[in-house]
């Protein structure tokens, strides 16, 4: 079996002028063709060898820049293990960065950090305090003097090595390394490329960052093991300016490109017919959805809008995956379109699956994520602990096969309970219909009241919905009897709060029949996420706890 290492160097013999281009406003800023990515990486890594002892973890502070994709494999090459690690985010409070650091640093006892050149001084600096490991760029760890070298060992080939460190979200607790061996990581991308057609044809972008395992292994590691060209465009670039994503695909012709549903709705609230002028979206033919819960108004929304510049409905993809998974776990078919069903919410709530057959008041729509892909197996765990396969049996979303990881980098805590007799359990609710998998919501975002269950996610859609509310996050509080719902909502500039909070408690109460206890206005910088941009639930539980309650601060009817 090959490993990423082989396929990189594969493909610089079988496709040595394809590779990565870095584009901005449009155009091509840099390029690194895989030829010359395997020939600096070797060399980068014959230079590292006598610094890196066989499976040691190595930090990677970047951006989606071309130094990270050649620290990447210079690493691998060397025998170290790649651990990407979230840059300071803009706008974001330093703290932030630092205690996440300094977490990931223990956790795997991370030795020596290689950070982008662009904030190597700023990130050398402020780190001194926060971790004791060696912050160095790529060209002063490769200069070190051979003197300081430990004893030299051969670059790992082994499919049992473990390729990577690939660290979670951490939007309900703190992030944990997920360990991903040579063989998951190979076995789950070539899965993805089948699942996705894909060749040495198939061009991509991706803005998603690096440290992120969509962007890392659906943006980078993906176009490596096919052979194709991959364009990298900086996260900042698309949070600035959403429709350059869009400009870009039309721009080269691409024909892949994934993305969380926010970044489709995103585009929506951006549109502009003016600055569209000559988009052609016509070769896009996989635009994924995935990595949080996929809202079908908005893909439905984002179809139409951009029908007229070529954009297909069949090209929509929505996927299931997450960093245990390697990657990808669940993949529509290519060309089949955004598939759903709905289904009588009140049942669901109580925990039952009842399919209706139109979208009348009271019925859910939830999203196909379509089929496990090859080496992936998909089940539900039921209340009697058992894995069943059952239709419309609504229960945990379990993960079993050889691209599904099987321990975090030094916790045996949390890896005894992500495991139960082989099976990873995701937290994520759903059932299986005809081998496709349906993702109602999380475990860890369920709001009881009145013994339903309600997920946050549900009512956050519907509270986004309200014209001049920018973000919103539902926060569950003790009530007398049971569990009540609060809100927190960053209103949209010029919005009337009083005004704003009657609509949106008419708003949950006709489309879920539920009282909202109490709504809270907060500040945008209030609305914490994690690095991946979700929602960071446990910080946001904390600043409602800490800084609410359900008597004169709250907003009440």
Not at 58 to 81: D, H, K, M, R, Y
Not at 138 to 154: G, N, R, T
Not at 252 to 274: G, Q, T, V
Not at 426 to 442: A, S
Request: include cysteine; hydrophobic fraction near 45%.
């Amino acid at each position: 079996m090959i490993t990423i290492l082989t396929a990189l160097s594969r493909t610089a013999k079988l496709s040595p002028e394809r590779g990565f281009h870095v584009i901005k406003n449009g155009k091509v800023t840099s390029f690194l063709s895989y030829a010359s990515l395997h020939e600096s990486a070797l060399a980068n890594a014959s230079s590292m060898r006598g610094q890196v002892r066989l499976n040691e973890r190595v930090g990677l502070i970047f951006f989606n820049e071309l130094s990270f994709i050649e620290s990447f494999f210079a690493i691998l090459f060397a025998g170290g293990v790649p651990v990407p690690i979230a840059p300071p985010q803009p706008f974001s409070p330093l703290h932030g960065f630092f205690r996440r650091v300094g977490l990931i640093a223990r956790q795997s006892n991370i030795h020596r950090i290689l950070v982008s050149e662009s904030i190597s001084d700023e990130v050398k600096e402020s780190l001194g305090i926060h971790t004791s490991s060696i912050v160095q760029t790529l060209d002063e760890f490769c200069a070190l003097d051979e003197s300081d070298a430990v004893v030299p060992l051969a670059a790992p080939n082994a499919i049992s090595d473990t390729a990577l460190i690939q660290y979670t979200s951490g939007s309900t607790s703190d992030p944990k390394g997920v360990v991903v061996s040579q063989e998951n990581l190979i076995l789950n991308v070539a899965a993805m490329c089948e699942a996705f057609e894909m060749n040495a044809e198939s061009a991509g972008v991706t803005w998603l960052p690096f440290f992120h395992d969509m962007g890392l292994i659906g943006g980078l590691l993906l176009p490596v093991f096919a052979g194709s060209d991959s364009y990298i465009m900086r996260t900042a670039d698309f949070v600035k300016a959403p429709l350059s994503w869009l400009r870009a695909i039309s721009d080269f012709s691409l024909k892949i490109s994934p993305a969380p549903n926010f970044a489709y709705k995103y585009c929506l609230e951006r549109f502009n017919a003016d600055s569209l002028s000559g988009l052609n979206l016509t070769s896009w033919r996989s635009a994924t959805s995935g990595a949080e819960p996929i809202n079908p108004k908005v893909m439905r929304a984002f179809a139409q809008a951009f029908a007229p510049y070529g954009f297909s409905a069949d090209s929509i993809m929505p996927l299931y995956g997450m960093a245990e998974a390697t990657l990808g776990a669940t993949f529509s078919a290519v060309g089949a379109g955004m598939q759903s069903i709905y289904v009588d919410r009140e049942a669901l709530n109580k925990g039952l699956v009842v399919r209706t057959d139109n979208d009348a008041p009271g019925n859910k729509e939830i999203v196909s994520c379509g089929k496990p892909i090859r080496h992936v197996e998909v089940s539900i765990r039921a209340d009697n602990l058992q894995f069943m396969n059952t239709p419309l049996l609504l229960g945990e979303i379990a993960l079993k096969g050889h691209s599904v990881c099987s321990a975090y980098d030094n916790d045996q805590k949390n890896t005894t309970a992500m495991l139960e007799n082989g099976w990873f359990l995701t937290g994520d609710i759903g059932f299986l219909l005809e081998e496709q998998l349906y993702v109602v919501g999380r475990s860890k975002e369920v709001i009881i009241i009145n013994g339903a269950n309600y997920f946050a996610n549900d009512i956050e859609s519907y509270t986004s919905e309200v014209d001049g509310v920018r973000g919103v996050v539902a926060v569950a509080q003790i009530g007398s009897d049971s569990e009540e719902c609060a809100l927190l909502i960053v209103p949209a500039k010029g919005s009337d709060p009083d005004n704003l909070t009657k609509i949106v408690r008419r708003k949950i109460n006709d489309e879920l029949g539920i009282h909202i206890a109490s709504i809270d206005i907060i500040a945008a910088g209030q609305l914490f996420k994690t690095t991946s941009g979700k929602i960071d639930r446990a910080k946001m539980k904390s600043l409602y706890n800490e800084n609410f309650s359900r008597s004169a601060e709250a907003v009440n009817p």
